[in-house]
């Protein structure tokens, strides 16, 4: 089964601070990971994902994720956070097989201030 | 390029009525999905289809009904509306099914609001 945990509901930074969204996964098998932001009544935007090619992914809008094997963990950055920035982001997990259904975590609200 | 569209956008029903979400794609995707977004509990797998004439349940089916109409459109259909399933549905596509295009993501469409009574 594969499952995934997002820390902290909430995150606040200032504008122009380090952004650092964590995300951990469960999976039986080497898994395909993504990660979406959420802006306000709208659907989800895909802003990157791992799928075994390199460890660091780049993304969106500065965006980068790293994945470590050893830690099962998938964590968002951005080295300086912006006002449009704030939104709700969300880690998915997909492992392979037959099993292709994405889980996603409870997301995390990025709040900026100014 | 409209990628995923939902209608209707918001909705609101009693108790016991029945409604149909409409989702259709044009990203000539093979997989579609249906999930639905409460506060706190991410998105949750209603149901999903891997392919055009296929459906299957997915983490909470209970109190809805599917259909793949083609490979453009999937709908999902409450019968008897219930004050629980007030929530927002998002639809979703992907580019290949089961044990093909794992690295594939879903696109979303905007969502529909629905309200019950």
């Known amino acids: 089964a594969q499952s995934v945990t997002q820390l902290g509901s909430h995150v606040s930074v200032s504008e122009g601070a380090l952004v650092l969204l964590r995300c951990n996964y469960s999976?039986?098998?080497?898994?395909?990971l993504f990660w979406y932001v959420q802006y306000p009544n709208q659907g989800l935007q895909l802003l990157l994902k791992?799928?075994?090619?390199?460890?660091l992914v780049k993304g969106i809008n500065g965006f980068e994720a790293e994945f470590k094997k050893s830690e099962t963990s998938f964590h968002l950055t951005k080295p300086s956070a912006h006002m449009s920035d704030a939104a709700e982001y969300f880690c998915?997990?997909?492992?392979?097989?037959?099993?292709?259904?994405?889980?996603f975590g409870k997301g995390t609200l990025l709040t900026v201030n100014p | 390029n409209a990628g995923v569209t939902q209608t209707p956008k918001f909705q609101v029903l009693k108790t016991g009525q029945s409604m149909t979400l409409q989702c259709a794609q044009d990203?000539?995707?093979?997989?579609m999905y249906w999930y639905r977004q409460d506060p706190g509990m991410g998105l949750r797998l209603i149901y999903y289809?891997?392919?055009?004439?296929?459906?299957d349940k997915g983490e909470v089916p209970n109190g809805y009904n599917v259909s793949r109409l083609n490979k453009r459109e999937f709908s999902l259909r409450l019968e008897s509306a219930a004050p629980s399933q007030t929530s927002v549905y998002f639809c979703?596509?992907?580019?290949?099914?089961?044990?093909?295009?794992?690295?594939?993501?879903?696109?979303f469409g905007d969502g529909t609001r629905l309200s019950i009574l």
């Open positions: 791992y799928t075994s090619a390199a460890t």
């Open positions: 998915a997990v997909r492992s392979g097989g037959s099993n292709y259904k994405l889980t």
């Open positions: 999976s039986s098998v080497p898994p395909y």
């Open positions: 979703a596509s992907s580019e290949r099914g089961a044990g093909q295009g794992l690295n594939q993501p879903q696109h």
């Open positions: 990203m000539n995707h093979n997989s």
């Open positions: 289809s891997a392919s055009e004439g296929t459906t």
